[in-house]
Every structure is written in structure tokens, then in C-alpha cells.
């Protein structure tokens, strides 16, 4: 693994919700990071190869790993620590292609039971 470049504690940070499955990573990085830290700080969290990493924003392919985060429209303003900027990552297969996107949706704690119950055969309340 090649080592992972240190993080800028600049004022300027965005703050990211990476996505994959029922992944969720959350990062704080600079809008002039470029793509390929970005790949090689997630790769190094989920002890993965970075060169297996292609990320899409809000439908766009980041496919430039030179490119900075804000050179894709990723900024502060977008990306507050409130309301964290969305991505999300797919991995290389071995044939070369890329996995389907799919992100799985948060669900609350009662929809979860009441999605229990239910495999289990038990009546739900409707309120």
C-alpha cells in the first residue's frame, strides 16, 4: 500500500459521505484535495486498493484522478458539516468492469422491527 498523504487542516474543508452498499464513510478533506488522495485515504480505511476505487457524484463519474474535488463542483458550500456532500464509490471487478451502484437506504429503528415482525409473521400496529 503506498502511504497516505497527510490531510490539510485548512479552513476550507468539505465534508464528504461516501457511500457504497450499506457503506457509509464520513470524511472532512480540502476542495483542493485531488481525487486520488481522496481514493487513496478511503482505500487505506477499508484496507483496499485505491486503483480499485472509481467514485460518482450526483450522477458524474470522478474520473480524473488529477482533478481537485472543486474542479468537480465539490465546495464548501456544498459540502457544510450539516448537510455532508454525497458520494459514492464502486470497485474495479477482476474482468475490468465496475460493480453496479447501489446504495442501500438508511431505514429508522421502527421500520426495521416492524420489517422483522413481519418476516416473522406477526401483525404490525398502524398508527
Do not use: W
Request: charged share 25%; net charge negative; with cysteine.
Amino acid at each position: 500500500m503506498q502511504p497516505v498523504p497527510p490531510i490539510s487542516n485548512a479552513a476550507s474543508d468539505c465534508y464528504l459521505q461516501i457511500r457504497r452498499g450499506k457503506q457509509t464513510v464520513f470524511m472532512d478533506v480540502p476542495e483542493t484535495l485531488k481525487v486520488l488522495d481522496l481514493k487513496r485515504f478511503l482505500a487505506h480505511i477499508l484496507k483496499l486498493n485505491h486503483e480499485l476505487i472509481r467514485f460518482t457524484a450526483r450522477g458524474q463519474v470522478l474520473d480524473s484522478d488529477t482533478k481537485s474535488l472543486r474542479e468537480y463542483g465539490i465546495t464548501t458550500k456544498e459540502a457544510r458539516p450539516q448537510a455532508p456532500y454525497q458520494l459514492e464509490f464502486v470497485l474495479q471487478l477482476d474482468d475490468g468492469t465496475f460493480e453496479t451502484e447501489e446504495i442501500v437506504p438508511y431505514t429508522s429503528e421502527s421500520s426495521s422491527r416492524s420489517d422483522e415482525q413481519q418476516q416473522m409473521g406477526m401483525a404490525t400496529d398502524s398508527k
